[in-house]
């Protein structure tokens, strides 16, 4: 998978982190929100190590998938099955890292705040031993935002916008260059007219070129 663009917001994303503070992603859907973590993680894997958790699940669920990641037991996820949810919570605050990198939490795919998730990023935010990553839908309502900036204060906002021109066309340069499909300039350009900097528009006409061609099960995504 073939990562262009964002060198400001990856810049940014990297020294909020360094400097303690928590980070909040917004943007449309398909802007590539997710995936710029994912490409960061890689990035740092060295350094820190980011757990992924979908914020859509139930507090529960949350908690269930979290302890499953840090216990290294991601197989084994159904014996938990028969803890409540707060000592599941608990066990998770109190578990000894062992000194290891330091541990980002990605909150992904944060559509409505309850006050339950509200309580639970609280209560893991309170003991200052993870970072977080927010990753908010852009219909979140303004106040459940709101209260999410104050649970994760201090923390960097980065609003993800579309990729300009330049890597746009990098990224059909490469897709052309790596399946051998002799696009031409114009016709790369033409692209990037085409899906006007949207990765997921750019996905989207990528996978039907590919078709096109004969080739089939690509992966061809911009992160």
Not at 120 to 129: D, G, P
Not at 157 to 171: A, D, N, P, W, Y
Not at 197 to 205: K, S
């Amino acid at each position: 998978m073939y990562f262009v663009g964002r060198e400001k917001e990856i810049g940014q994303i990297k020294e909020a982190l360094e400097g303690g503070k928590n980070v909040i992603v917004s943007g449309k859907y398909g802007m590539g929100r997710t995936s710029l973590i994912k490409h960061i993680a890689d990035a740092m894997k060295g350094r820190w190590r980011f757990v992924f958790v979908d914020f859509s699940e139930t507090p529960r669920m949350i908690c269930r998938h979290l302890l499953a990641e840090q216990t290294g037991r991601r197989k084994f996820k159904d014996e938990y099955e028969s803890m409540n949810y707060k000592s599941t919570r608990f066990r998770i605050v109190h578990l000894d890292l062992g000194g290891r990198r330091k541990q980002v939490l990605v909150l992904d795919n944060i559509a409505k705040l309850s006050f339950q998730k509200a309580d639970l990023i609280r209560y893991l935010a309170w003991e200052k031993r993870f970072q977080f990553v927010a990753i908010v839908e852009s219909f979140v309502p303004e106040d459940d935002f709101l209260r999410l900036r104050v649970q994760l204060y201090p923390s960097e906002i980065i609003e993800l916008q579309h990729l300009g021109k330049k890597s746009v066309c990098e990224f059909y340069d490469n897709l052309s260059e790596r399946h051998q499909l002799h696009w031409t300039e114009g016709q790369i350009k033409n692209l990037a007219e085409l899906t006007g900097g949207y990765p997921l528009r750019m996905r989207e006409v990528a996978s039907r070129e590919l078709r096109a061609m004969g080739i089939i099960g690509s992966r061809v995504a911009p992160d």
